[in-house]
């Protein structure tokens, strides 16, 4: 939710392959327009529950897998999502999640990639071991996506990843 932010055009772009190459029907959320309130309970336990926090819980219970795209602060991922992500629970469980980490610097926010993992574990989420790192998103991304070619290719592989695990946990689950 930072002024100025730039991993939502990483997150609108991912969006846009998977409708348009992936032909995989999916949400965009974004965490600023939900407007999570500092999470005083979860929400199952909430007789009072926030709207955003409702709308997230009902699109990640939908979803037959989760892409979260996150930038690296300190070596970690927001506190935003941590605050969104302890709203949820049973919407996680048994969930593939792959995850995309975006950063200023050249290391794509692999340090917060490895905290997130371990949070999603936690939770009974299938975090899967696919990521896609952006370095330099200053310059490597602009609002159509990416100008730098080798993000393509790895792009498209994190992506065939993340429709495999779901696939497979889709056809584990059975007919709903
Ligand atoms: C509080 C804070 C901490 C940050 N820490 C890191 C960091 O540990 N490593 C890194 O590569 N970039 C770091 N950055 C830079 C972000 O990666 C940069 O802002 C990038 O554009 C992605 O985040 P954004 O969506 O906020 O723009 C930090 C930025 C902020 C605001």
């Known amino acids: 939710m930072r002024r100025n932010r730039q991993s939502p055009k990483v997150a609108r772009w991912l969006h846009r392959r998977l ?73 996680l469980k048994r969930k593939p999640v792959g995850i995309a980490t975006v950063s200023a610097g050249g290391f794509g926010g692999i340090s917060c990639l490895a905290q997130l993992r371990l949070v999603l574990l936690a939770m009974g989420a299938a975090p899967i071991p696919a990521s896609l790192p952006v370095s330099r998103v200053g310059q490597s991304f602009d609002d159509d996506g990416p100008t730098d070619e080798g993000i393509e290719g790895r792009a498209s592989a994190f992506l065939a990843e993340l429709r495999w695990w779901t696939e497979a946990t889709v056809r584990q689950r059975g007919p709903a």
């Open 19 to 91: 409708t348009a190459d992936g032909g995989i029907a999916s949400e965009l959320l974004d965490l600023e327009e939900l407007a999570l309130p500092i999470m005083e309970e979860r929400l199952r336990l909430r007789d009072d529950p926030p709207p955003g926090a409702v709308r997230l819980s009902r699109a990640v219970a939908a979803g037959d897998g989760l892409l979260i795209v996150t930038p690296e602060y300190n070596n970690g991922y927001p506190g935003v999502l941590k605050n969104a992500l302890d709203y949820l629970l049973p919407e």
